[in-house]
């Protein structure tokens, strides 16, 4: 075994060996199958762009009629041509996003590299937070109440793939061997902006405090997600002075509550919960942490409402397809 595998990581390797754990994906992959073909029936051929496209329990084919198109039913989304079956990729992404487990620790439960892994649920991530506005749509109608919004402290993205190598106590780092979390200045330093309306939450990573480019888009995509924004409620950041929506503040320097009931207690609490998440990985890219800590909301809110597993299906299939169903 590998010494790079982190100490859990071979605790973990060593119960599969033991077959104390055992990943039956099975009934996922059926469900996947089935989703992803109800989806095609629908479905415009990307030959023709026709819509007669047939398909069979029994085969893992589709045919369009019209042009001849014979593809697999996972043709066009994250699920094709990977070393993984689809329900150990849904798996894994799943471990990735709602779980403290790491890539590494993920792929020895799925018996897979590292960069297949990574590689899976980097194009998974990709197209569930493409597809998820359309998603939320159907699940979540109503949004009721303010929209908190908040800022946490700069957490530093890392050196990953750039020079110098990030272990180099010189520069800031540590000097201890591996891929380690950066604390040197030389790194993107990113500070997180989360809204948070009932379910919904968005958490974007961005650099610096700037109102157009920084706090509002974080506003203007929970507004998307939840149609008509209410009161906006915030700290006394200077920044926030710049929203045109009805904006409520709560001075943090006197209070956390203020006397007519204003506060960013449910949004500041997000803090606790992504910080040790996002230590897991030891060091993101900039557009990482950017795209984590979005992934990271996506799937607070999902949580919320108590989605099943198929909703993620269902964001990678319109995503795909493109699908008005």
């Known amino acids: 075994m590998s010494s790079t595998i982190p100490t859990f990581g071979r605790m973990l390797r060593q119960l599969v060996d033991l077959e104390v754990l055992a990943l039956r994906t099975e009934p996922l992959d059926v469900r996947i199958e089935r989703r992803l073909k109800q989806f095609w029936a629908d479905a415009i051929c990307p030959h023709c762009d026709h819509q007669s ?31 993984l079956s689809c329900g150990e990729v849904l798996l894994a992404y799943i471990l990735y996003a709602d ?12 018996d897979r590299t590292y960069m297949t892994v990574d ?66 200045r030389h790194g993107d330093q990113l500070t997180l902006v989360a809204a948070r309306r009932d379910e919904l939450t968005v958490i974007r990573a961005k650099k610096g405090i700037r109102f157009e480019s920084d706090l509002l888009s974080v506003i203007q995509e929970t507004e998307d997600l939840s149609q008509w924004l209410g009161e906006v409620w915030t700290d006394g950041l200077q920044a926030y002075r710049r929203l045109d929506y009805d904006h409520r503040v709560v001075m943090h320097d006197e209070r956390y509550v203020s006397p007519d009931g204003v506060h960013i207690n449910h949004v500041e609490s997000l803090w606790s919960v992504i910080h040790p998440w996002l230590r897991k990985f030891r060091g993101l890219s900039k557009q990482g942490l950017e795209q984590a800590a979005h992934t990271f909301g996506l799937l607070q809110s999902l949580n919320r409402v108590r989605a099943p597993i198929l909703t993620l299906v269902d964001s990678v299939a319109i995503d795909s397809f493109h699908s008005s169903t």
Request: hydrophobic share 35%.
């Open 99 to 110: 779980t403290l487990l790491s890539i590494s620790q993920i792929a020895v439960l799925v």
């Open 119 to 184: 590689y899976a649920i980097r194009d998974v991530e990709a197209a569930i937070s493409r597809g998820f506005p359309a998603v939320w749509a159907r699940i979540q109608q109503t949004m009721l109440g303010p929209t908190e919004v908040d800022e946490s402290g700069k957490v530093c993205s890392g050196y990953k793939g750039q020079d110098p190598p990030r272990e180099s106590r010189y520069r800031g780092g540590s000097f201890r061997r591996g891929r380690i979390r950066w604390k040197g």
């Open 53 to 83: 496209i047939r398909v069979w329990d029994d085969l893992d084919r589709i045919w369009c009629r019209n042009c001849d198109f014979r593809p697999v039913y996972t043709y066009g989304t994250p699920f094709h041509e990977k070393h």
